[in-house]
């Protein structure tokens, strides 16, 4: 049995830990079944922003007539659209793994492991022994169990980026993240999108107003159940038809493809981790400290099965920080402030607490809140909906949260956190203070900060 100084299950931000650890000396593994890169490069993040990059030039064609030009999308290459990212991610994670067999070091296991001892793992019959172990296996779609479903043909957001036929319509079941960039990508190239959601609103995590103008805005332009169960799908020659229940109301509704997007499990349960005694919570996500440390000593975890946060940048940085562990340097992982973003129409974008948290937590807190609309640039675009929304502690001026919904909303969330991260009580100073290009649209930000009573 051969033995290494660590074992890395997945290769994704695992990667990040192999490479480094190998480069200082380590005798390293990496066990991976699929393609290398993780979820977001193959599956996630990378391949839906390039398709949904088609969409939002899309949506400008649509809007062409606001600002007095005469424009048509006469026709949609769904197959290009597709396939560019396709052929993207494919070459990216091709050149991954082609990098990573001409080094002895790290050595790569392709195949499903799982452990057979504490420190042990199996991968294609062959097993091999880890001094320390990290587990960074990431997470699939969930599937919910609805009555029928495993008799229907459903697409999850693997194969919604896969797809070469642009479907005249689809039923997405979930109002999340991935419901909505999907369900935006779709609907403008002219797909009939349907959305139903088990909850009151679309995106709910996010703050209130985001969550509520946004379903708003959705219920203006396509087919949105909200607070609807789904009773039953079923087959039919034509697609699927799916069972609804609305308040008292029972619908169907049919279309040619149906997307499930109601969250992801992680994929502790495929690793036989009884085998080490390693803990996970009632939802399946391995159980960390604030070092990304497991209860058994060497084995750590990060990313999606850690459950912490579920994006690639949170996972990036936990695997700074299990590097040095690994290394000899140990320190608790510092999330603030932990950004995100959805990549829809309109962008959210988010950091810290949202209004009813900070009313749950009972914290003091003052709002300033700014309109795209009132900015020169802002008007410039057309902008009627967007706005920035800061939440802030009444007495420290700390910045607590921030919020906004618009155009390129992933893009100014930075200013706020960078001014959050330069300083807790200087924040709403800096972005106060700071000379801002006129007119773009970062003076949203600040009018923002000027917004908040003192």
Known sequence: MKTFDLIVIGSGAGLNVAVGAAEQGLKVAIVEDGPLGGTCLNR???PSKIVIHSAEVAEWIHRAKEFGLTAKLNKVNFKFVTDRASHAVDDDSHSIEKNVR???NPVLYKGRGKFVDKYVVEVNGEKIKGKKILIAAGARPSIPPIPGLDKVPYLTSTEALRQTVLPKSMIIIGGGYIAVELGFFYAELGTKVTIVQRNIALVPREDQEVSNLITDLWKKKHTV???ADVLKVEKQRSGVTVTVKVGNSTKKITAEKLLVATGVNPNSDTLQLQKTSVKVNDKGFISVNRFMETNVKNIWAL?????VYLFRHSANLEAEYVLNHVLGTKKAVDYYPMPHAIFTSPEIAGVGL?????QQQKKQYVVGKAYYKDTGKGFA?????????LIVDKKSKEILGCHILGPEASVLLHEVCIAMKAGKNKALELLRNT???HPALSE???RAALAVPL
């Open 102 to 104: 001409a080094e002895k």
């Open 435 to 437: 000379i801002h290009v």
């Open 354 to 358: 949202t209004e009813q948290e900070a």
């Open 225 to 227: 159940f909200t607070s």
């Open 44 to 46: 996630g993040c990378i």
């Open 381 to 389: 675009i057309g902008e009627k909906n967007g706005f920035v929304k």
């Open 303 to 307: 990313g999606d099965i850690a459950g």
């Open 444 to 446: 949203v930000v600040q």
